[in-house]
DNA sequence: TTGAAAGCGCTAACAT
DNA sequence: ATGTTAGCGCTTTCAA
């Protein structure tokens, strides 16, 4: 509107556009940016009132050019659409958003092949940091990793090596907890139903182990392939029962997911079983529906919002240079005992 | 590893480094990467060679910077962990991918005031477009959108006026279509139960309108602040029910969320009313745990994947200087039929 | 098909 | 407290 000269393009307002109006240079405009307490009150206010004047925007891309820091952060999680991973994101986005930063959100489909070329492709922004979920990665990714030299926080699970920082919890502990519970409640028939990612399987393989050395000999098992979803769990339940059609009962099925322990009650409902009477249902996460369900399912929580706080903190720490941060952040897991098992 | 020189800081391989190792000039790397069509196969294959050897990642804030064009766009949605705007935002991010554009995602949290202030934020990168949801902003966003000059998609919603492109479906049709859906169905005494978001709150309207016309007199109705939650379907029903504690025999309640038709469901059964014996339930959106309820969940579907892929299409169009885009592109909606509706 | 040169819009020593 | 001076790592005319 106010082009002058009445030229082809109106030519964007930058930083010396703001430093001609307020009659100064651009450093000091920059200064009144990035540093007001170098700058005098008056002189703070005269650049801010260009800026108010003409709606000036600075430009991040060049600054982060000029100052080799380009405010964003790369996160790459297995999966945007599962609430689990969105809602730990979502808090480490929140967190570092007050700091300046902004993400740029991934998703892998829990490959790590496709974890690695993110990483390649988010490279060519210069983040500041990566976060990463899990503790595995191929090599060619640890490497790009550690070749860019930027704090990388891994989260969601534990290890004794991380790249640089891990926050998680013992997944195995957690599946040993739930093997625990299930065995205090009195189950002697046990089955568990998971889904094929690493962790899950990680924390069926610990559950098995513990049922072992609690006695159990034959629990029944079903792996679900992909993402949780009702109706896999409504399978799942019709897979065990196809298997040992005669006795379900005093029977208990861990799930790898309230998802899927969720499809396991709707089955069971459908079939005219009830949960615990006949058939007692144990899930994990805590997922804010998993109160609500009826009867209301006992699980195994996971504190997200901290896991995603926890990561975001451990990154600021490592940006800002501080080498005291603990490399292996433990946020824990707690059994939740609701009405799904039966209480003997 | 192989810092040359002993030198203090290992520099970063550039563009400069992949020209020297190639023995060419940058200007020539710069050209193989972004249009090799000009450089001769053979030079072309010593500069890859060269970036192999060094694992040289071209800076693309630089890159970005020189040529005015940051290859990424800004996307703001209310809530990433609603699954509804998380599947299609994934849809969008994965279209445009493959255009080799990175999507700055953020969330607004249904709140105007914080959308401007993201759109903000967010123009200080330089994204080459914007994917917004709804088509209610603020003034000052508009304003800051159209003096950035830069695509904007608006989805979810449909607009005579749009500030740029929308794509969405019409709130008051599928509302519509669900009361005569709930009428043909002979359904005479209906409720709603509805989140108070804005679409949300003009399906009701539509709805309630389209009951009127087909002389149904007084809906009940209740409305839901925040994200639709199971719990918060259940206390729905609980009061609808405590106004109405005598007959819902006959009654079908229509909401304004899947996850509110599935509390209802749970909160029915809890009571020992069935669904859809002694109570009618209508979804909205097809979630994909709809058709796993038990009765399963007549609803109304919204193609989400369509609408994120529509959307970067748009977006892509636009971004390519196309004029010829449709201005308001309608991806429908459907009556899903199942069976939590009595049959009549 | 390739090179030379001039910037993109900003930051950060170094001066004053 | 502010100005001067070099870049940051790339792209893009314009030449050759």
Redesign the pocket.
């Known amino acids: 509107m106010t082009a002058k000269q009445g030229k082809k393009k109106a030519q ?1 307002v ?3 556009t703001i430093a001609r109006i307020a009659g ?5 405009v ?2 009144a ?2 540093h007001p307490e ?3 009150p008056e ?1 703070v206010e005269r650049i801010m009132e260009a800026v108010r004047l003409t709606g000036y925007v ?2 991040l891309v ?2 982060g ?5 380009s405010r964003s952060l790369a996160a790459i999680v297995p999966s945007i659409t599962n609430i689990i991973y969105a809602a730990f994101v979502q808090n480490f986005v929140v967190n570092v958003r007050e700091r300046g930063y902004q993400v740029m959100l991934m998703e892998s489909g829990f490959s790590r092949q496709t974890e690695q070329e993110l990483v390649a492709t988010a490279l060519g922004r210069r983040p500041e940091g990566f976060l990463l979920t899990g503790v595995n990665h191929s090599n060619a990714c640890r490497r790009q990793l550690l070749a860019a030299d930027v704090p990388v926080i891994e989260a969601w699970d534990l290890t004794e090596s991380p790249i640089d920082i891990c926050v998680g919890f013992s997944h195995a502990g957690a599946a040993k907890a739930a093997a625990r519970h299930l065995v205090g409640r009195g189950y002697r028939s046990v089955a568990i139903a998971t889904m094929d990612d690493e962790r899950a399987l990680r924390r069926r393989d610990a559950f098995l182990a513990e049922l072992r050395a609690a006695g159990i000999a034959h629990p029944r098992e079903v792996t679900l392939p992909g993402g949780p979803t009702l109706g896999k769990g409504r399978q799942a339940l019709a897979r065990l029962l196809a298997e040992q059609a005669d006795d379900t009962a005093d029977t208990a099925i861990f799930c790898s997911s309230d998802v899927i322990a969720h499809g396991i009650m709707i089955e069971a409902q459908s079939r005219g079983l009830s949960v615990p009477g006949d058939l007692g249902v144990m899930g994990f996460g805590d997922q804010e529906f998993a109160a609500d369900l009826n009867p209301a399912l006992t699980t195994i929580r996971i504190d997200r919002a901290a896991l995603g706080a926890r990561a975001a903190e451990a990154m600021m720490a490592r940006i800002d240079g501080r080498e005291d941060v603990e490399r292996r952040i433990d946020i824990g897991f707690e059994v939740i005992d609701r009405a799904s098992l039966l209480a003997r």
Chains 1, 2 share one sequence.
């Not at 100064?24 to 000091?28: E, F």
């Not at 050019?65 to 820091?69: D, M, Q, T, V």
Request: aromatic share 4%; no cysteine.
């Open positions: 964007p930058t930083m010396a100064v240079t651009p450093s000091t920059s200064r940016f990035n170098l700058i005098s002189t600075p430009n060049a600054g050019l000029a100052s080799n820091r």
